[in-house]
């Protein structure tokens, strides 16, 4: 039976929901020709809903305190429900669609239904597009780009979706994958987690309590309470006071051989090229808006899963947290890059991943007040969600047409109003980013800033110097460190 209670890290993920911050992942797929709109119906339904059983369950509470909510089937369930054909707006480009995304991340998911819905997009130039809104509580987000890859095929007549290869969890070298904790040392975690998390809320108020606890357990409780104590981030143009309305924009579709070969010259990964460059786009653009510049915290989801298995059908949560320091206040791109790289390997070499894990789990077993203070507590530490989702290297096809581009964004909880999502797919990487509209109102700013750091790290990696600038370079003025 697919049916029944929720996970506690699932029943902690479902709770978050808050007006200014839905625990909703969104996903876009875009498309230069039109899409056969029956043929993908078809997909959804033998390819999602019946293979996995959630996309037809809706979620109950219990009415017994303190235990989870349940899955149960819908009765009413139909296909229909949670699929809907819309036109893009005039002048149906990339900035109106920017803006019908950002529209729908407003919306809450029906609470009464399985919590998904899918916008097929006509009118997007000559193509189409694809958005998908399904919530947190279903799956992480790691899953859940599996779960959408699929859909697809390697070929446009394919009968049969992409062989389980390709859909499997990400490699040891993605920043959603940046531990794959042993059985033994998750279990570790697990217990020494627990045990922080039952005394979260003493320890949100009472720093003295959180230090005597730590001399009294194991390393992995104490890297629970370094988690718990980690200072919160300044205020910035980025961190405030959050309204209901987010905006999107996404990068051009950047070259991946051409950041691989930065990145070698640099000693470094690609994450690092691209995290570099994020830092480097943040900076920016506080400077320009005359904000406070300091190192900010980006919290990154560590996948939990075992590398080499497909996703189960009951899908589900599987992943801890880690903040990362972001170098912004750090002036130089190539110095910022070398911060990034040395800040990565000490996340690789530590254990807050399965630690925050099971704190997020022990998170479900706590009353909703509770769990709403201790995810201030967590969320006003950091200023974004940081993402990187490696998908297919070569062409897949959905419903017989070719996909060009992929997105996803992770949600943002609590105090947090910002996420930055990556995504390669067949030799190109699209970066996107989410934002409250009232915090940053234009983030093609960012985006722009973005490419030109890109840029920046690509001539240094070659010994020269910026000369080229694109069209959309021209709108933003450039910015002296």
């Keep these: 039976m697919s049916a029944g209670r929720l996970s506690t890290a699932d029943a902690a993920w479902l709770h978050m929901d808050r007006p200014t911050n839905l625990m909703v992942i969104n996903s876009v797929m875009l498309f230069d020709e039109p899409v056969d709109w029956q043929r993908y119906k078809e997909v959804l339904q033998t390819r999602l809903v019946d293979r996995y059983p959630r996309f037809r369950q809706r979620v109950v509470e219990s009415r017994i ?32 669609l920017q803006d019908l995304v950002g529209d729908l991340m407003t919306m809450p998911l029906d609470r009464n239904r399985p919590l998904w819905n899918v916008y097929l997009i006509d009118g997007f130039g000559e193509g189409s597009a694809v958005i998908t809104r399904m919530h947190h509580c279903i799956a992480d987000g790691i899953a ?44 570790g975690a697990v217990h020494a987690g627990t045990v922080v998390a039952r005394q979260s809320a003493h320890i949100a108020t009472s720093p003295r309590h959180a230090v005597k606890l730590a001399g009294a357990v194991g390393r992995d409780a104490k890297t629970a309470v370094r988690l718990l104590l980690t200072p919160a981030d300044a205020a910035t143009a980025f961190k405030g006071d959050q309204g209901v309305r987010r905006r999107v924009a996404w990068t051009h579709s950047l070259s991946l051989e051409s950041i691989k070969q930065t990145a070698h010259r640099h000693d470094a990964t690609v994450n690092d090229v691209l995290l570099a460059a994020v830092s480097g786009a ?15 915290q980006a919290m990154v989801p560590v996948n939990l899963r075992p590398l ?18 972001l170098p912004v206040g750090t002036s130089g791109s190539y110095r ?15 254990r807050d991943g399965p630690v925050s894990y099971r704190i997020l789990s022990a998170l479900g077993l706590t009353p909703v007040p509770v769990e709403k203070r201790i995810v201030d507590v967590f969320s006003g530490k950091g200023t974004a969600v940081m993402t990187n989702v490696p998908g297919p290297p070569e062409p897949v096809y ?25 995504f390669s797919y067949r030799g190109q990487v699209t970066v996107g980013l989410m934002v409250d509209s009232e915090l940053v109102p234009n983030p093609e700013e960012i ?6 750091e890109l840029e920046t790290l690509t001539h240094l990696a070659h010994g020269g110097a910026v000369t080229r600038r694109s069209r959309r370079d021209r709108r933003i003025p450039a910015v002296k460190e």
């Excluded at 320009?288 to 300091?294: E, L, R």
């Excluded at 080499?308 to 320091?325: A, I, M, Q, T, W």
């Excluded at 581009?405 to 909880?413: E, I, N």
Aim: hydrophobic letters at 40%; a negative charge.
């Design 65 to 96: 305190p303190l235990r989870p909510p349940s899955w149960q089937d819908d009765p009413e369930y139909g296909l229909e429900q949670h699929v809907h054909h819309l036109g893009l707006p005039a002048p149906g480009d990339r900035f109106a």
């Design 308 to 325: 080499d298995e497909p996703v189960p059908r009951e899908l589900g949560n599987k992943f801890g947290l880690v903040f990362l320091p």
């Design 282 to 296: 943040l900076r920016r653009y506080l400077q320009t808006h005359d904000s406070p510049i300091g190192e900010i």
């Design 447 to 452: 985006v722009t800033q973005l490419e030109r």
């Design 336 to 350: 910022r890059l070398i911060e990034v790289r040395e800040r990565m390997q000490e996340i690789k070499d530590g």
């Design 144 to 187: 859940l780009a599996q779960v959408m890859l699929s859909l697809t095929d390697a070929a446009p007549g394919a009968a049969r979706p992409m062989e389980p290869e390709a859909t499997r969890a990400p490699s040891r070298g993605r920043l959603a994958a940046l531990t794959a904790p042993s059985a033994a040392a998750l279990s």
């Design 398 to 422: 959905l419903a017989g047409t070719p996909v060009r581009t992929v997105l996803v964004w992770a949600p943002t909880s609590g105090h947090i109003g910002m996420s930055v999502s990556i």
